[in-house]
């Protein structure tokens, strides 16, 4: 059965540092999504993402968050000088229509030190 | 403002009692209310999509449902494998998704 893949498991970084959490959605999805769960709280909508450009954005997704599908199977957020308050778990998810339901990566865990 | 509301935060169960799990929504021109399902350190695991007010979903021992204002995950005669967090989310009008934050649910054998 196809699934969301997300590398790293987990990523530790230091305050200030560059990170590039990757996702290999399910290869006919054409709706690519992040999200972030931090620890005890609820899932949150990061950014929606269709015909190589952003859909929608929510304002945790500000100038340091950037995302990009640098080929036909993959798509990556970036997140350019890493707070503390950055660390969370953060999911990839994929669907195949705007209508329709997500699939969900194993997430990749980010500790900001 | 677009949002979502579980309860309970938590509920306990014995094995074999049914119970209903609850999630309100304040969506604008809700397009969706999706159920799922979220073991520790997991992603969430797709249930049930809802797109109307009445419509009904099953899959094994759970069973979803939607009014205009709110959406029941009834679980009939759970099993200790139905533990799990029970995540509700509404999609409205545009691409922007809307997650409550949970019914942690655990059942005792």
């Known amino acids: 059965e196809p699934e969301v893949t997300q590398t790293p498991s987990h990523q530790v970084t230091q305050m200030g540092q560059e990170v590039i959490l990757r996702c290999v959605p399910i290869?006919?999805?054409?709706?690519f999504y992040w999200y972030r769960q931090i620890l005890g709280q609820k899932v949150e909508f990061l950014v929606s993402?269709?015909?190589?450009?952003?859909?929608?954005k929510s304002e945790i997704f500000d100038d340091q968050f950037s995302v990009e599908r640098p080929d036909g199977s993959n798509f990556t957020l970036k997140i350019r000088s890493t707070k503390l308050e950055d660390s969370a778990m953060y999911f990839c998810?994929?669907?195949?229509?705007?209508?329709?339901?997500?699939?969900f990566g194993p997430g990749t865990r980010l500790t900001v030190t | 403002e677009d949002q979502v509301t579980q309860s309970p935060e938590a509920l306990r169960l014995q094995e074999g009692e049914s119970s209903s799990l609850n999630c309100s929504y304040t969506?604008?021109?809700?397009?969706?209310l999706f159920w799922y399902r979220q073991d520790p350190g997991k992603g969430p695991e797709f249930l049930f999509t809802?797109?109307?007010a009445g419509e009904e979903k099953e899959k094994e021992r759970l069973k979803a449902t939607l009014t205009k204002k709110e959406s029941f995950l009834h679980i009939t005669a759970p099993k200790p494998e139905d533990s799990a967090t029970y995540l509700c989310a509404g999609k409205n009008t545009g691409n922007q998704f809307y997650f409550g934050t949970g019914t942690s649910l655990t059942v005792i054998p």
């Open positions: 993402f269709y015909n190589n450009e952003i859909s929608e």
């Open positions: 998810a994929s669907s195949p229509g705007t209508y329709y339901e997500q699939y």
């Open positions: 809802l797109y109307s």
């Open positions: 290869s006919n999805h054409l709706y």
């Open positions: 969506v604008s021109g809700l397009r969706g």
